[in-house]
């Protein structure tokens, strides 16, 4: 296990932290500080429990949820893969040969991102980034610590069904004590994307003048999905302070995704019509709701 010390995680990252918000990194308990500050915070410490590793790692997560919210649907397991030994893209091609064409996707369970559909792989060049990342200590990468030492290995999943056979939309609810309060809807992912942050549990827009309109391409929930969406997202986020609950809206249910601790790796802009490169009303709006919850909470 490769370890990292605060100090030399923070003298790494806050450069990255620096450049996007045109200041340095300030301690989570400052009255200036932002979301953003608290997740640089938590990501570089390298004190995480057993339990939030669990539900970090892909393959272990949704073991943890299934047994934390029975009724929630995670997709179906195909294979996974260890790494160890897979010493190239070609190597990892042979390995995913059964798969390659079928409606399946591949991903490394001890990073974020990655995703391959199988359908669209040709040859093990289609697989060279998948390779790359789950060889990799994700750790190393942001020094988001909660990845350090994790097993790298590639998990197989079954397409999660939708009445487009798209990928589904992605709801991420920002959880605080247990409570979801904001949700980002990410829509069309891997195609033109769209988002936007809305407030729970009136699923109203978080900021009315944020510029952005619903897409005609996205179903909005009905009231019963979005009741179950928030019931799951209560229950995995019951646990802790503060983490973001990612389920997917499938054509049979509700799905879970993932839980992300460390959004963005700290560097995550709220969307708006600003876009996410600059910090703009809406992002502030968004991290106020937050760090006023987690410090009503502390009090």
């Not at 299934?66 to 990892?92: K, N």
Request: glycine share 6%; charged share 20%; proline share 8%.
């Amino acid at each position: 296990m490769t370890l990292f010390t605060r100090a030399a995680n923070h003298a790494a990252i806050a450069p990255m932290f620096a450049q996007k918000f045109g200041r340095q990194p300030l301690p989570s308990t400052d009255p200036e500080a932002t979301i953003n500050d608290l997740i640089f915070a938590r990501m570089i410490d390298p004190e995480w429990t057993a339990l939030e590793r669990r539900l970090v790692d892909k393959i272990t997560a949704k073991e943890e949820a299934a047994r934390l919210c029975p009724d929630l649907r995670v997709a179906a397991t195909l294979a996974t893969i260890d790494m160890a030994g897979v010493a190239s893209p070609a190597d990892l091609f042979d390995r995913l040969r059964g798969f390659i064409g079928t409606d399946a996707i591949a991903k490394p369970s001890q990073a974020s991102g990655g995703t391959v559909f199988l359908r669209h792989v040709a040859g093990p060049a289609d697989l060279a980034a998948l390779h790359a990342l789950a060889t990799t200590d994700y750790a190393a990468v942001m020094r988001e610590m909660q990845y350090a030492g994790l097993p790298r290995r590639v998990i197989v999943e079954a397409l999660i069904p939708t009445a487009d056979g798209l990928p589904p939309d992605d709801y991420k609810f920002h959880c605080i004590n247990g409570e979801p309060l904001l949700c980002q809807i990410d829509h069309a992912r891997f195609g033109s994307p769209w988002g936007r942050i809305f407030r729970m549990p009136d699923f109203e827009p978080m900021d009315g003048d944020d510029g952005l309109d619903w897409p005609d391409s996205l179903q909005r929930p009905a009231l019963q999905q979005i009741a179950a969406m928030i019931a799951a997202a209560r229950t995995l986020s019951k646990p802790f302070d503060y983490v973001r609950v990612d389920l997917y809206n499938g054509l049979d249910g509700i799905y879970f995704g993932e839980l992300t601790f460390t959004p963005s790796a700290s560097l995550g802009i709220a969307p708006s019509k600003h876009g996410s490169h600059r910090v703009s009303p809406t992002h502030r709006l968004f991290s106020r709701i937050l760090m006023d919850a987690l410090n009503t909470n502390a009090r």
